[in-house]
């Protein structure tokens, strides 16, 4: 319904106490040094060991994204087999498992083994009791050694220690040169620009074939 004559705000509802029903964030800086306070804790509560678990590579669902890669939920069984990594030793040394994910390619399974040999190979394994070493844990020498370490070599988060990176569209794609073509590659578009005319045309050509030859057989009668 439209308004006219004095212009009135029609059905007005202007006494509800809005006040009461409207939310506000002041506290976004209390509450951002609260989360900053709660990471710090918990990685003096964790340490020496990273907040994080190590994830697998994986790719985005999707024609539109499946060319980008991220962290996914957890290695598969497979993928710890393929490393030597006993499956439920795994979570107590912070890798991240998924048993319901499977490996559809042998590229994603050998990209994650190999994420897996480096991690353990760099992975420093404390005795859970001081000075008794079993074999699954580090050496004493290396122990020792990372208790000495400056605290800018310790890896505090595993994401930025291995990270997952997405190549560049620059260096994906690039210009073919002419040099690095095969031989009888130069021509690629010509070739199949003729290949697609030959195809369209092979009944014109084959029935124009056909009237000459009955024009040629014609005249020698």
């Not at 994986?58 to 598969?76: D, H, M």
């Not at 994906?172 to 690629?188: F, Q």
């Not at 092979?202 to 009955?214: L, Q």
């Amino acid at each position: 319904m439209t308004i006219k004559h004095n212009q009135q705000i029609q059905h007005n509802h202007f006494r509800k106490d809005w006040q009461r029903r409207v939310r506000v964030h002041f506290d976004q800086p209390g509450r951002k040094q609260r989360r900053r306070n709660a990471r710090l804790t918990k990685a003096a509560a964790v340490a020496p060991r990273p907040v994080d678990k190590l994830r697998p590579i994986v790719r985005c669902p999707t024609i539109k994204y499946n060319r980008r890669v991220r962290a996914g939920r957890g290695f598969s069984l497979a993928e710890l087999k393929e490393a030597g990594i006993p499956r439920k030793l795994a979570p107590t040394i912070g890798i991240s498992v998924d048993h319901r994910r499977a490996n559809l390619s042998t590229a994603s399974l050998a990209m994650n083994v190999e994420r897996l040999k480096t991690y353990r190979a760099r992975l420093i394994l404390f005795p859970r009791v001081s000075g008794q070493h079993k074999k699954s844990d580090s050496s004493k020498d290396e122990v020792d050694a990372h208790k000495d370490a400056p605290s800018d070599k310790v890896v505090r988060k595993l994401g930025h220690g291995m990270p997952i990176k997405n190549v560049a569209l620059e260096e994906a794609i690039g210009e073919v040169k002419r040099s690095e073509m095969g031989k009888g590659e130069e021509g690629a578009y010509r070739k199949l620009r003729d290949a697609r005319s030959d195809a369209r045309l092979v009944g014109v050509r084959e029935k124009r074939a056909k009237a000459k030859s009955d024009e040629a057989s014609a005249v020698k009668k």
